[in-house]
Nanobody, 115 residues
Framework: QVQLVESGGGLVQPGGSLRLSCAAS????????TGWFRQAPGKQRELVAH???????NYADSVKGRFTISRDNAKNTMYLQMNSLKPEDTAVYYC?????????WGQGTQVTVSS
């Protein structure tokens, strides 16, 4: 069993920055892949950023150049640095991890971009 706990969400003005954290209950080095998704009201959950087991990263076109995904294996924590935030980035952000064919999700953290 894997527990994932997100933190770092909040209210930020357009153009601002936030860093989301996702703390795992076990070594993230063992995960096949980890990523961040988001879900805005009335919309489907969508991929934001992803790190495959080999360390290759992938981003949604809408966040390329603004968001950066990273992992700290020593702290069992994954991060999403979000810069130049826009109102359309408003959503609940979830981290996930894949291990032995099972996908685990955190509870989500709200990000609201508004003036």
């Amino acid at each position: 069993q894997v527990q994932l706990v997100e933190s770092g969400g909040g209210l930020v003005q357009p153009g601002g920055s936030l860093r989301l954290s996702c703390a795992a209950s076990r070594s993230i080095f063992s995960f096949h892949a980890t990523g961040w998704f988001r879900q805005a009201p009335g919309k489907q959950r969508e991929l934001v950023a992803h790190i495959a087991g080999g360390g290759v990263t992938n981003y949604a076109d809408s966040v390329k150049g603004r968001f950066t995904i990273s992992r700290d294996n020593a702290k069992n924590t994954m991060y999403l640095q979000m810069n130049s935030l826009k109102p359309e980035d408003t959503a609940v952000y979830y981290c996930n991890a894949q291990l032995r064919g099972i996908i685990y999700w955190g509870q989500g953290t709200q990000v609201t971009v508004s003036s």
